[in-house]
């Protein structure tokens, strides 16, 4: 097995965060639900709320990062594979810049020290040296990407991703969603959770 996974809210999640800022800049009620997805629609639904939701997203991903949080059951899922000998990469689209508000907001480098600092590189429990990371420019970039490393199965918290024409129709899709999102096709498989995409490819 040749395991991707996406970086933004698959590995690490902005939920508690986003919810946090959102708050402190008026743009939510504190009953909006803890949940990254949540948060959008509510934030969407304001006047000029794209760009409002847009602003937000740049913050959590640029300055904010070291707020987020490793998904739950992240890092038991990466240390089962370190322990069955399952080479893991990181592929996700992520810009180097922001390409909105402020300007020289360093995306990739603000999620590649957020990966350092949480443990995630070059460590002896995950064993992700920095030459396994990639991001990329366009989500077709990123699809291209997981073509040429030969995955045989990649992790996302987006349907899009899958969706995407040119996504290679061997490569086993896993959708991580806490709602589960059916796919007429049968494409991908939808787990609620880390603890459930464990049992399913490496065993508990």
């Not at 420019?137 to 040429?148: P, S």
Request: with cysteine; hydrophobic share 40%.
């Amino acid at each position: 097995m040749k395991l991707g996974i996406d970086f933004d809210n698959t590995i690490a999640c902005y939920d508690e965060a986003m919810h946090r800022r959102a708050l402190e800049r008026g743009l939510i009620e504190p009953g909006v639900p803890r949940n990254k997805k949540r948060i959008r629609d509510a934030i969407r639904s304001l006047e000029d709320g794209e760009s409002k939701w847009r602003g937000l997203q740049v913050f959590c991903y640029g300055p904010g990062m070291p707020d987020a949080r490793p998904m739950p059951g992240v890092k038991e899922f990466l240390t089962a594979c370190k322990v069955r000998g399952v080479a893991v990469w990181v592929v996700s689209h992520k810009t180097e810049e922001a390409n909105f508000g402020a300007p020289h907001v360093k995306l990739r480098e603000a999620a590649l020290r957020w990966l350092h600092d949480e443990g995630f590189l070059d460590s002896a429990a995950f064993g992700i040296g920095q030459d396994r990371v990639f991001f990329e420019q366009t989500r077709g970039a990123k699809v291209e990407r997981v073509r040429m490393l030969g995955l045989t199965h990649f992790v996302d918290d987006l349907e899009e991703t899958f969706l995407e024409q040119s996504f290679p129709s061997h490569v086993k899709q896993i959708l991580l969603s806490a709602v589960p999102v059916a796919d007429a096709r049968g494409s991908w498989r939808s787990f609620a959770g880390w603890a459930e995409i464990q049992k399913e490819l490496v065993g508990s």
